[in-house]
């Protein structure tokens, strides 16, 4: 290949790329996107891609390259709404759950996403707080925190989490028809109410100052708010 690297096709395990010493590299197999692990024949053409040939078909792929995708053969297939990495782990939110970057099982293999330590559920939104992990899911708010089992403080859909700029102990969440105040009260996250006569699904809260932010609806409009 024109990075001096060895691509092997096998009749079971896809296309082996070795380096110059003769070191597995990675595996390119069905689990990586090709279509079949039954390779017969290799090419490598002068753009540098390489091309593979099936029993039933052709792929070409770029190797190396620059780009991974990650769908759902990779665990990502979902509708993602939300990236997010936390405490080095990388998180991704979809309308199936919070799913972390999980490494390979073995040196040739591919990172996958793994269904993290929540249940499944709707997720809409996800937000690093601190040492914590607040979610905005269809089943309400959750509170994700490592060693502890997720923890569901406000049982109304949510679509929105915004930690205060001013008040660190202050979160507010917009839900499909209201405004949700969280606080954190010796290390713990709790509801402890909303704004009365906000309508409409919340989709952007933004503080203008301490005490007064602006919260935009789907519907209704937008609203400014003075605490």
């Known amino acids: 290949l024109g990075d001096s690297t060895l691509a092997i096709g096998t009749r079971l395990g896809g296309v082996a790329i070795l380096d110059t010493q003769g070191r597995l590299r990675h595996v390119l197999n069905k689990a990586a996107g090709l279509q079949d692990d039954r390779v017969f024949k290799l090419y490598p053409d002068r753009e540098g891609g390489l091309w593979i040939a099936y029993e039933n078909g052709l792929s070409r792929v770029e190797t190396p390259s620059r780009f991974s995708l990650f769908n759902e053969t990779l665990g990502a297939g979902g509708l993602v709404r939300k990236l ?26 591919f990172p996958t996403f793994q269904l993290g330590p929540d249940i499944p559920r709707n997720y809409w939104f996800v937000r690093s707080v ?71 699904s919340v989709r952007n809260i933004e503080e203008e100052e301490p005490g007064v932010f602006w919260v935009s609806t789907r519907v209704s409009g937008n609203y400014r708010i003075t605490m």
């Open 130 to 200: 601190d040492q914590t992990l607040l979610g905005a899911t269809g089943d309400g708010i959750v509170v994700i925190e490592d060693g502890r089992e997720p923890k569901v403080i406000h049982q109304r859909a949510s679509l929105r989490i915004y930690p205060s700029r001013y008040y660190s102990n202050l979160a507010f969440a917009g839900s499909i028809d209201s405004l949700a105040v969280l606080q954190k009260n010796e290390g713990e996250w709790a509801f402890v109410g909303h704004f009365e006569n906000v309508y409409g």
């Open 84 to 109: 997010i990495r936390h405490q080095g782990k990388l998180y991704v939110a979809d309308h199936r759950g919070l799913f972390v970057l999980s490494p390979p099982d073995t040196p040739s293999g």
